[in-house]
């Protein structure tokens, strides 16, 4: 402590200079004033050791409940997407699902005093909701059925959207089905048209090679009548024959150009619908398959497992409440100390003020 003081308070009188410096508390005044004090300061610690002994065996331990809502899936163009947003469901659950729940489990349970606060929440990165809530082994059973009746409610919403999706996948599907039946019925028709196009050429070959005989024969017998024509009464005969020859090559021509150009144009057009037939089966069968695969990817939303307990307890142990019980009892045991040290200085100089 210095000893020298200030030069506008040498003149102050003995009492009041000792009064001014009676403050300045070095470390040794420090220490001296805690070992003054030592008895209060060790009532003070043991409380606080005590009650933070007694608050860990009294306390029960508290438990994390927890469960995780996988949402939906369904396939769009080529991508997998969720039936709703994570945030809006989210949203869901925070502001209607949650306070109704636990609406309902107070109703349904009105001896209960508290009901489970459950907290929802999107892990980073992720595409589910997990739903978490903390309490003693006690109350385990309300915490789980909050949760499930959550879930429940959940599933309920994203079911409804599922089913929509489902049964409109369906009629399309069945549509795309019924649509490929029809086009294998056209393809049947047309290659029966082609096979009754075979007949019909094998028919006209027939036909063509008939009429040839019959225009050779005829030519034949024109030839050995214009030898034995040898006066104007067989004129009329060889006109015939003339006619008859004609008609013969009239005939053929006509079924010349139908087994030329009229059956070839024909099976060439049947090919070209059978053709296409057979491309419209295909990109049928691709849209029947990709209606299959948006049924076999409509995934339900779904808790991904049943709410549960952690298997340990949450929340400082027996020992951490200790310590920090002691820890509080040394700063509180410091101040009162020192707060002890003040009432003693004040009424000293209540005394010296009254003396």
Known sequence: MTKNPPVHEQN??????????????NLVDLWLVLMRHRTLMAVVV??????????????????????????G??????????IESPETLLAKVQESYIPLARQQYLAGHSAVGEVPKIEARIPKGSQIIVLSSKGSESVGVAHKAVQQTVVNMVKTD???????????TEILQNR???KLEELKDDATLIQAR???LEDISVLLTGQARDVRDDLARARADRANAIRQTKDESRALTLMMLDSGV????????????????????????????????RRAQLSQQDTVVKLKIQLANLRETQALVPPMRSPEATGP??????????????????????????????????????G
Do not use: W
């Open 46 to 71: 043991a409380s606080c050791v005590v009650a933070g002994i007694v608050f860990a065996v009294l306390t029960p331990a508290k438990y994390q409940y927890s469960t995780s809502i996988e949402l």
């Open 176 to 178: 795309a089905v019924a």
């Open 194 to 196: 082609e096979k009754r």
């Open 246 to 277: 004609q008609q013969y090559r009239q005939r053929l021509a006509q079924i010349d150009e139908r087994l030329k150009i009229t059956v070839v144009d024909s099976r060439d057009t049947l090919t070209r619908q059978l053709a296409n037939n």
């Open 12 to 25: 102050l009188p003995p009492h009041l200079y000792e009064s001014a410096y009676e403050d300045e508390i």
């Open 73 to 82: 899936t369904r396939l769009s163009g080529e991508d997998v997407v969720v």
């Open 158 to 168: 994203h079911n409804r959207i599922t089913d929509v999706l489902r049964k409109e």
């Open 317 to 354: 142990g027996g020992s951490l409440i200790v310590m920090l019980a002691l820890v509080l009892g040394l700063m509180l045991g410091v101040f009162a100390a020192f707060f002890a040290e003040f009432l003693s200085r004040v009424r000293r100089q209540s005394l010296v003020a009254q």
